[in-house]
């Protein structure tokens, strides 16, 4: 096994150990000859630079693995109109990558509503950007951390905005800021995120759950919306890094 195919490994071991039931994961190189794209979609990214390629390439294998994981046959994951993936009907997922991984959920639309999955380095944010990614409230405890562990919350704070940001989308179709999410920690890296303003069927206050996992020298973030409504429970901000 190369050092990639094990790096790989223990991102999905990581992943299967935080996510709920009947999600399934998996995650392929960006570097690694990918399996052959089908035709929607290389037509999709026909007049994208090679690397783009490879990564989207990537990202369509680890979605079609996922896939497999679940019982279903692999099919064509095109793009849409706003380039997000058009999944199977009966399907919910999502991809995400860096430069080292690519990683695609997926789920039985009878049992979540959506899904959303980022992957970051495990590098500090520049403490510059703090206010790009925070509300007042988050940076307010933010403050109250050891200067070096701050940076790295941060980026979890970013892993997880995104994460969220992308499950909500499926649904609503609504941009928005990372000023539009308030999120808090547990010490286990379980997270609400409670949405500030209206987005399409979501009202101010709706609370998003997910997880974010350090795996190496990358962090994982999850967010998924199941058939059952979310717990108004909440708890505070207690991640140290």
Known sequence: MTMMMRHNSRLELAARAVLPTGVAVSVTSPTAE??????????AISQAIPARKREFAAGRMAARRALLALGRAPSAIPVGDDRAPIWPRAIVGSIAHDDTACIAVTAERDRFKALGV?????????AELFQEICRPEELAWLRQLPFESRGMVARRFFAAKEAVYKCQYVISR???????????????GRFDARLMKDAGPFEAGTIFKGMTALVGDQILSFCWIGEGSHSDESFPNSVTG
């Open 34 to 43: 990918p399996d052959p794209l089908w035709p929607v979609e290389e037509r």
């Open 174 to 188: 609504k941009i928005f800021g990372f000023d539009n999410l308030s999120v808090v920690f547990d010490r286990q």
């Open 118 to 126: 980022d992957i970051e380095p495990s590098t500090p944010v520049e």
